[in-house]
């Protein structure tokens, strides 16, 4: 099992309400990463973290927000939720300082979460 | 940029048959790594197999096999033996050496019929 912990795995929530996903990591990786998903399509990366108090955004633009102040928490934030947020996000983190084998620059999934916005 | 191309959107085949999944990408740097993700119904992404650029030899993992033709920049992953358990969305994947961010394909769906 991966020991990367999404929640909530699902949310309903309306419109112009605030909310936070979570998600945790135990196995002290330096990279995080939110994705999002469409149902039956492709990710997209949204943020990234390369460490503590480092976040950068990725190549699909959000209207979310991140923090990474400990290194096992990448919480992602809408301020205003809208029906076009309605999505999965997925989590993910990687260790780059591996210097090969077969975990060098692999991502650790987490279940996601699947948000629903009225 | 670099792009990933799935042209298959689903697949479907009878249980023990072989399949192949099709991924292509387009990029202009020499060294990078290509993944192929699984996506069980309602689960998390996991890892199938990965390949170094660099390598000239396919990567294997039991059933699970790669044809990578660096020249024709194509990444195809060849399940043997096929099992209902591989029943998922699979995604192709690339990341760019020191860039540690995944670009993914659109997925194919594969359902293996008993």
């Known amino acids: 099992e991966a020991d990367i912990y999404q929640t909530p795995r699902y949310l309903v929530i309306g419109t112009g309400k605030k909310i936070t996903l979570e998600c945790s990591q135990t196995?002290?990786?330096?990279?995080m990463y939110w994705y999002q998903q469409d149902p039956g399509m492709e990710l997209h990366l949204i943020h990234y973290s390369y460490g503590v108090n480092s976040t950068e955004k990725g190549d699909l633009s959000s209207e979310s927000t991140v923090s990474r102040i400990r290194t096992e928490h990448f919480p992602l934030t809408l301020e205003s939720a809208r029906p076009s947020h309605t999505s999965q996000y997925l989590c993910a983190s990687s260790d780059s300082r591996g210097t090969g084998g077969s975990g060098a620059n692999v991502l650790t999934f987490g279940a996601g979460s699947r948000l629903t916005v009225l | 940029a670099q792009t990933v191309t799935q042209s298959q959107p689903e697949m479907s085949v009878q249980e023990a048959e072989t399949v192949t999944l099709s991924c292509t990408y387009d990029t202009s740097e020499s060294n990078y790594y290509l993944f192929w993700y699984k996506q069980p119904p309602s689960r998390q992404m996991i890892l199938v197999i990965r390949?170094?650029?660099?390598?000239?030899q396919n990567a294997t993992e039991n059933r699970f096999s790669v044809n990578f033709q660096k020249a024709a920049k194509s990444f195809s992953l060849k399940i043997s033996d096929s099992q209902l358990g591989d029943t998922a969305m699979y995604f192709c994947a690339f990341m760019k050496q020191g860039a540690q961010k995944l670009v993914f394909g659109q997925g194919t769906r594969l359902t293996i019929n008993p």
């Open positions: 196995m002290g990786h330096d990279k």
């Open positions: 390949q170094e650029a660099y390598k000239q």
